[in-house]
């Protein structure tokens, strides 16, 4: 399996921004597209936003659009999350994950980051 390694969650103020990444190493595949998770306390772990292979299509929950972006570099086998005016309600573990095919999904494939935690101060 793919592992990988989160970084870049912190403690920030409503409003303000943060950037996420995810490094990939290990098990080669011949595509890989890779998304974002995160789970409240208290809560499931819902879906954020995910990238195809090529970095061509992102698709994002309706609670982060239009404040996350999520981008994807090849070259450094790195995933990204660049979040803007962070809300208090995005407080969460934030998970990183890979699927070896150019579309994600989610199945007994995917592959899971240890999680990063962001805490969003009012």
């Known amino acids: 399996q793919v592992q990988l390694v989160e970084s870049g969650g912190g403690l920030v103020q409503a409003g303000g921004s943060l950037r996420l990444s995810c490094a990939a190493s290990?098990?080669?595949?011949?595509?890989?597209?890779m998304g974002w998770f995160r789970q409240a306390p208290g809560k499931e772990r819902e879906f954020v936003a995910s990238?195809?292979?090529?970095?061509?299509?992102?698709r994002y929950s309706g609670s982060v659009e239009g404040r996350f972006t999520i981008s994807k570099d090849n070259a450094k086998n790195t995933l990204y999350l660049e979040m803007n005016s962070l809300k208090p309600e995005d407080t969460a573990v934030y998970y990183c994950?890979?699927?070896?095919?150019?579309?994600?999904?989610?199945?007994?494939?995917?592959?899971w980051g240890q999680g990063t935690q962001v805490t969003v101060s009012s």
């Open positions: 994950a890979a699927y070896p095919g150019q579309i994600f999904t989610t199945n007994r494939l995917t592959s």
């Open positions: 290990g098990r080669t595949f011949s595509s890989i597209a």
């Open positions: 990238i195809n292979w090529r970095g061509s299509y992102a």
